[in-house]
């Protein structure tokens, strides 16, 4: 029979410990790879040289932001509780910056002069400072380092979409949920979960504003390939537009996007007779999914004779009888436009869905598990600096996951990576003129040591 536990911990604590320690052994990984990936070595670059040469450089500054993130830090407050740690240090070989000269830093990357042009009334994209477009930089080395890493097969996924976070800053605008808050727009790579592309948004801006120039620039960002890229695009409503959709299919890329449910559109999918529509699927709760083609052809502006049109297909909602939807219907209607005519309805359905897995699963992480839920400034550039921050960190984990870690990692969020690679107990120690840092056995066994021997043996191209 088992004693009842007592009512406190049954042990006492005492000061006194003056060796140096770290809780986060296991974040020289992530240590190593920046700098072996030459992610780090492209902030010392491709950032303003610092005009004095005190205190941290860029390529560290970097480091110890990606390092706040990666290790749960929500804030820059949170640098000066990590600045404690001895351990962490000494393996960087300097000390953390304090949260008010890490403030000091990012707001280097606000430039007023860019927001003069914003309206009184309305959305407004500002374009982004010289060290903002720098940092864009740094993120695409974590680009073609996992291609140069991992041998990435030909097929990229362009998946796109935007979150909302709501934030009380007095800067914040409102957005069309009705909080006040930012709206940033993202862009992925599904296959390589790298996000290739980011832009920080006021909560007021539409996520379709410049959703092409994104998508671009996103590609762009991926490294020539000598027998080129296949590309795809999967979004939401917000790339509902006929030129966005024509750009994509002149430039040869397969797409599948979210119609809007128009009135001319809902009467014609409303006019399928029965034996068109095709079973998908039926939930637990038995409401029904159904796919149909619909022979849909809108009018377009500019429209020419040679016009190529694209494929709808609908899909339809069925609730059990007698059960009502919350808004009192018991059907509802959806659609996505393609310029996919081979693929089966179902099949080309279920891929578009498959974003849910993708961005979307991105935009959480970035939101609960890194920083991006919440923004350090009241200035523009300062938190676009952030958000991209946190891609950068976001990038650098799933180049860890594809290179250094075990296979069962590889789908691992940052919150599993934390505690079961980063929260390592390690000892500085001094000996014979040398420092290393004590580990236990299994700790240096298991993942330390053939962590680093993976590194260690892939042909990094630093550029």
Known sequence: MHKPLPRGLNIEFEGGLEEAVTAHAGVALLI????????????????????????????????????????????????????????LE????????????????????????LLEGRPLQGSFIPMESARLAALRAVVERTIHAYVAAVRAGPMVTLDVDAHLVESSKYTALPSYAGFRGYQPLLVQWAEAGLILADQFRDGNVPASQNIRQ??????????????????????????YEYETLDHWHERGWRFVVSADMSP??????????PQEWHFWSEGQDGVVREWAEVPYVPSRPNEHRDTEPYRYVAIRVRTPQGVLFGDGNTVKLFAVVSNDWDTDGRALLEWHRGKAATIEQVHRVLKDELGAGVYPSAKFGANAAWLRLQVLTHNLLELLKATALDEQYREARPKRLRFRIFTQFGRVVNHARKQFIRLASRVLREIIRPGRRRLAGLAWTVS
């Not at 700098?35 to 500054?61: E, T, W, Y």
């Not at 620039?217 to 917000?238: F, I, K, N």
């Not at 001319?264 to 007779?273: T, V």
């Open 32 to 87: 190593e790879l920046g700098r072996l990936s030459g992610v780090i070595g492209a902030a010392d670059r491709c950032l303003p040289v610092k005009k004095s040469s005190k205190g941290l450089g860029q390529g560290q500054f970097v480091e110890s932001f990606v390092l706040l993130s990666a290790l749960g830090g929500e804030c820059l407050d949170d640098f000066d509780g990590l600045r404690r740690d001895q351990g």
């Open 90 to 113: 000494a393996m960087l070989g300097y000390p953390l910056p304090p949260a008010s000269t890490a403030r000091q830093w990012l707001d280097q990357f606000h430039d007023e002069t």
């Open 214 to 239: 994104l998508v671009d620039e996103a590609y762009d960002s991926l490294p020539p390939r000598e027998d080129g890229w296949q590309v795809q695009v999967r979004s939401d409503s917000a790339a």
């Open 264 to 273: 001319s559109l809902r009467a014609q999918i409303q006019e399928l007779p």
